[in-house]
């Protein structure tokens, strides 16, 4: 089975700054939220408790901001992401319709499933984020874009230099963040190699087989 591979070398959009460092996944998404059967619907959670009070009723936060509405790329500080390992809070911030995060540093874990989910997490200096956020706060129209080729990140008119691990860069750059992807494309091979194990021969898939 061929299954095509979708490279990201950059993406684009409007920013929406979250300031604040060390904010940890149980702010992301709260664990109470963590009990379903799939992630569709989750991104209604993200940073709930957050944005409502336990009356369900707005607080100020970005995310609650209809200047940032249609905000797409997540700006932030340091250490975003800490915490628990849960995969729910990068599900939680795609699913409410953020596709890239830029900050100071995150958490290794984070991080990776961000990745794995194909979305860049690329990071600028402290001095370079805190001004990409406060040019989108003063205005939330500006285009912004990760280059991630080049790793540049580009607000309106205004360049930063941006860093990414190497192994991230390029798993975004080739398509093999999507590791699903990868098996099915060499799924072939795969059940080749199987075929060579001798206690695998009784899970291998047989049309012969009753």
């Not at 939330?140 to 360049?159: C, F, M, N, Q, Y």
């Amino acid at each position: 089975m061929k299954t095509t591979l979708t490279p990201i070398a950059e993406v684009a959009g409007r920013g929406v700054p979250v300031r604040g460092n060390d904010i940890d996944t149980d702010r992301i998404i709260p664990a109470r939220f963590m009990k379903c059967v799939s992630f569709d619907g989750l991104g209604a959670y993200a940073f709930y408790d957050e944005r409502f009070d336990a009356h369900k009723s707005p607080k100020p936060h970005p995310f609650n901001d209809e200047r940032f509405d249609d905000g797409d790329i997540l700006i932030v500080n340091s250490n975003f992401g800490c915490g628990s390992s849960r995969e729910h809070a990068p599900q939680a911030l795609m699913h409410f319709g953020i596709r890239a995060v830029i900050g100071e540093s995150f958490a290794d874990i984070f991080r990776g499933n961000c990745t794995a989910m194909g979305i860049p997490t690329v990071t600028l200096s402290h001095a370079d984020a805190v001004a990409v956020q406060n040019v989108v706060a003063a205005n939330p129209d500006t285009e912004i874009s990760i280059d991630l080729k080049r790793k540049i990140v580009w607000a309106g008119d205004r360049k930063f230099a941006a860093d990414i691990p190497e192994a991230f860069r390029k798993s975004l750059l080739s398509g093999e963040w999507d590791t699903t992807a990868v098996l099915l494309a060499g799924a072939e091979a795969v059940e080749t190699t199987a075929g060579r194990i001798p206690y695998m021969h009784q899970f291998l898939w047989d049309d012969d087989r009753a």
